[in-house]
């Protein structure tokens, strides 16, 4: 049984639901819009796929897939929680240091989990909009929309469905089509993470590429935060990929 929409991805929601079967409650992300396109049904047991074979704290446990009249459905664990965008919203200011310090330890630990499936696995679009805290302080990634593995052949744009990315929270070499890299799920969470410590929706990817947008450095905004921690958020959303970490692993070698 489908309940209340928690949340409104780019090609589909997710809503809190009932097994009757089981007797518990679950979460159904349920595709929006394009229920009929062959290609996003393709698209969305393909992310059944994905989830079906990955087991971690910040993913969230593929349960069944469903499809019947109402729609095609997967059916995930239940949990509570707040968007990130609505756990901002809610603080009335930029985060505090600690909360700041457990999402970013939990983003690279999460990336590094996804990065290191054989191909690696690049999320693509890591949002505040999509990505839930729980009360204890976990992070979900709710939504593998856009999600690629890295070798997979052919273009990596594959069809109008799959879209680029967010204009803001997607690296600029993704928004033009460029094969995808462990680097562009860095930006997005780097790119997060200022967003949360600054209270401020940070500028358009193709701007800060072309120099337009007059930044200044996440630690002159926020000089109470640790400094090696605002200059590794830096370094992770740096529009341009060479200046760029390659891999969690490197953002640590300094």
Known sequence: ??????????????????DQLSKVPVLLRRLEGAQLDKAARQHLLREARFLSQ????????????VDDASGLYLVLEA????????????????LAQETLGKYF????????????????????DLRPDTILSTPQGVLKFLDFGLARLKDSPGDPRQT?????????YACPEQLQGQPSSPDHDLYSAGTILYYLATGEMPPSAVDRWEGSANEVPLGEL????????CAKVDWMRKPRAEERPRSVSQLFEK
């Open 222 to 229: 926020r000089p109470d935060l640790s400094a090696d921690w």
């Open 79 to 94: 949990f509570s929680g707040t968007t990130l965008e609505h756990r901002l919203e809610r603080s009335r200011g930029p």
């Open 1 to 18: 049984a489908r309940g209340l929409k928690i949340v409104e991805g780019r090609f589909s929601c997710i809503y809190g639901g009932y």
């Open 105 to 124: 330890e939990q983003f690279l630990a999460a990336l590094e989990f996804l990065h290191g499936q054989v191909p690696p696995l690049i999320h693509r």
């Open 160 to 168: 109008q469905f799959r879209g680029l990315g967010h204009p803001v």
């Open 54 to 65: 990955l087991l971690h704290p910040c993913l969230p446990r593929y349960l069944a897939t």
